[in-house]
């Protein structure tokens, strides 16, 4: 390969993950637990957004069992998040192994 030609390459997988990054960060994604009683969202790059707790449906003296089903909420829009991240990277690098975990 010439190396303009690679040079050009670069620059489109630059861009390509320059246009994934942005999508990552405006994307939202949603944990619940509980049947939907606790949501977490979180960004596309894993942070969390916000959490919502439907308190007709559970009872804030049970520190337990919020405790838990917060946590169950976020695991899940934080692996929901990661998904989303591994596809994007993946769809920009190819799959080329350690690269997506660079970003």
């Not at 010439?2 to 670069?10: G, S, T, W």
């Not at 637990?33 to 790059?45: C, L, M, P, Q, Y």
């Not at 838990?68 to 994007?88: I, N, R």
Request: aromatic fraction near 0%; glycine fraction near 12%; avoid cysteine.
């Amino acid at each position: 390969m010439k190396m303009d030609k690679i040079i050009k390459q670069a620059q489109r997988m630059q861009a390509q993950m320059a246009l994934a990054q942005e999508e990552l960060e405006n994307a939202v994604l949603e944990g619940a637990a509980g049947g939907g009683a606790v949501k977490a969202t979180a960004s596309g790059h894993g942070n969390i957004l916000s959490i919502s707790i439907d308190k007709e449906v559970v009872n804030p003296d049970d520190v337990e069992m919020l405790e838990d089903l917060v946590l169950g909420a976020v695991k899940e829009a934080l692996t929901k998040a990661k998904a989303l991240s591994d596809e994007k990277m993946n769809s920009v690098t190819g799959g080329m192994g350690g690269l997506s975990g660079l970003m």
